[in-house]
């Protein structure tokens, strides 16, 4: 970080080159390893054997009610993106897509509509949710059922054994840490940039520059307040501060959602959602699978089919990955007492839905503003973090100027909690994960050194680099992790298989079962 902050000419060589390296010789690998992932999940869920397994001692009760337990799943999981690319991404890919390429659909008009959904649901969909959801399953399982730290390591004791008592376990949590820190760093940019465009836009001047983005100032001042805040929340643990930003930012998002629901583009955005899930679960299996090889022509349709594939799908999969062992920690911790069939459907097919529901109105009312709601250009030409407030200025400056002011001020709110509930959630998961999953009275001090030390990497990254600068660095870092999720898959059903054996023998397969007490974690 460093390195890339001091030295952002150089390390930006060094990093665009690594980044160009892995997207044409590991594309393939992220896109089909996030496949794999999605069909461990709903395996698991469909399998007798696990889908009734409760994630802790047999007959325990979850910690959560459904509210806050989803609530916090979905603002530290995926709720700061949201606000961003809810309304950027159907844009964007209502510009350009694949079939937009291939010459099937034309950009930028209505043939095309069915074609953005279908992409941005596949970024959002099952395959996001099924990363957490791997990551989550294996930490819940061996954590609550086996009594083992609530680290990353654990979660491969089938495979390894004893030997992660030393420098192979020590190597896993360091992947995982590095991993994390970089995707929550690429989700805090972009919500950073969000953040100051929504001061902006509510009035606070000189923190934007003539092209849009953040001035250094804007990002010291956003920084620091958000890593206050999400820092003190931290102290105070999940069952407090973090379970009750998370309520709060649930019932402004509905606040917000009603809004373009009822006044947006109602019927547009109805239709976009049930024909984008349509779409987007008949070409499920070819968009998981399918790899577009690039030949070297600058301009051709393999080459820009290929670069697209890299900018979207292959960013996202390695944006998910990066985020799985943060989310995946969380979402362990949150959901000790549920059923891995209870884990699924709730971690990964009803988050899944919301944002399906977001994309479709929000975006949905972006783009009817602009087909036919005489908006010309005014959201399609904002940045990305300042479409939505664009959006909603367009729609209720005409009506009342305090009207378009209070909107934005609601959703400056709602990106502040949003922001918060992820960056308090990354620092005491990073601190769980280096203190071998102690959340005692000594791990304060540790909650205070991350929360500094993750405002200053994304800082500095955004002031050397922007948010390009983050998301290279996200892209490699998330290549070993994504290795590791692939292995704690394979450790997870074996547990789980000799798990149904033991049970079949009468033996116990919890950690408060005295037949287990003698057993060794290799076992």
């Known amino acids: 970080m460093v390195w890339a902050i001091f030295w952002p000419v150089e390390s930006g060589k060094v990093l665009n080159g690594l980044n160009s390296l892995i997207l044409q010789n590991f594309a393939g690998w992220y896109i089909w390893v996030v496949a794999f992932f999605v069909i461990v999940c709903i395996g698991l869920a469909i399998w007798p054997t696990a889908g009734r397994l409760n994630l802790g001692v047999e007959g325990e009760k979850p910690e959560f009610s ?5 609530s916090m799943m979905f603002g530290a999981g995926i709720g700061v993106g949201l606000l961003t690319w809810a309304v950027a991404e159907p844009v964007a890919h209502f510009g350009n897509n694949p079939e937009v390429i291939q010459g099937l659909t034309n950009a930028g008009e209505a043939d095309n509509v069915r074609m953005a959904y279908k992409w941005s649901f596949l970024h959002w969909g099952l395959g996001a949710w099924a990363c957490y959801a791997v990551a989550g399953l294996s930490l819940a399982f061996f954590s609550y059922r086996r009594g ?6 654990s979660s491969l004791t089938p495979l390894f054994g004893a030997s992660l008592s030393g420098k192979l376990g020590h190597l896993i949590d360091i992947v995982a840490v590095v991993a994390t820190i970089l995707g929550v760093a690429q989700t805090l940019g972009f919500g950073v940039e969000q953040f100051v465009a929504g001061l902006t836009r509510i009035g606070i001047g000189g923190l934007m520059n003539a092209d849009g983005g953040a001035t250094v100032m804007g990002v010291i001042i956003a920084i620091i307040i958000i890593m206050w805040a999400s820092t003190l929340s931290a ?11 998370s309520n709060i930012n649930m019932v402004l998002s509905i606040v917000l959602l009603g809004f373009f629901i009822l006044f947006g583009a109602t019927f547009f955005g109805g239709q976009a959602m049930v024909l984008g899930i349509w779409d987007y679960l008949i070409a499920l299996p070819e968009m998981s699978f399918n790899v577009w090889k690039s030949d070297g022509v600058e301009g051709s349709e393999a080459f820009l089919l290929a670069q697209w594939q890299g900018w979207w799908p292959v960013f996202y999969w390695a944006w998910w990955i990066a985020f799985a062992p943060f989310v995946g920690l969380f979402l362990a911790r949150i959901s000790r007492g549920r059923t891995i069939r209870e884990f699924v459907l709730g971690a990964m097919i009803v988050p899944s839905l919301m944002c399906f529901v977001w994309f479709a109105w929000a975006g949905g009312t972006a783009i009817d503003l602009e087909l036919n709601g005489g908006a010309n250009g005014v959201i399609f030409d904002a940045a990305n973090g300042d479409k939505i407030f664009a959006m909603t200025e367009f729609m209720l400056a005409p009506i009342a100027e305090f009207l378009a002011w209070g909107m934005a001020m609601l959703i400056v709110v709602l990106l502040m909690t949003f922001l918060v509930t992820s960056a308090d959630s990354a620092v005491l998961i990073v601190n769980t994960i280096n203190a071998a999953g102690d959340e005692g009275p000594k791990a304060r001090p540790h909650i205070l050194f991350w929360g500094a030390a993750l405002g200053l990497v994304v800082a500095g990254l955004l002031i050397s680099g922007g948010t390009s600068a983050i998301q290279t660095a996200m892209v490699i870092g998330a290549l070993p992790f994504s290795l590791v999720m692939v292995l704690m898959c394979i ?8 798990d149904g054996k033991r049970e079949a023998a009468g033996v116990g397969t919890t950690i408060d079962h005295p037949d287990l007490s003698s057993s060794t974690p290799a076992e």
């Not at 459904?66 to 989803?70: I, L, P, T, V």
């Not at 102290?235 to 930003?245: A, H, Y």
């Not at 450790?491 to 000799?498: D, P, T």
């Open 491 to 498: 450790s997870l059903i074996k547990a789980i298989y000799n």
């Open 235 to 245: 102290l105070s643990g999940v069952g407090k501060g973090i379970k009750w930003l």
């Open 66 to 70: 459904n509210f806050s337990w989803f």
């Open 148 to 153: 083992l730290p609530l680290t990353i390591r």
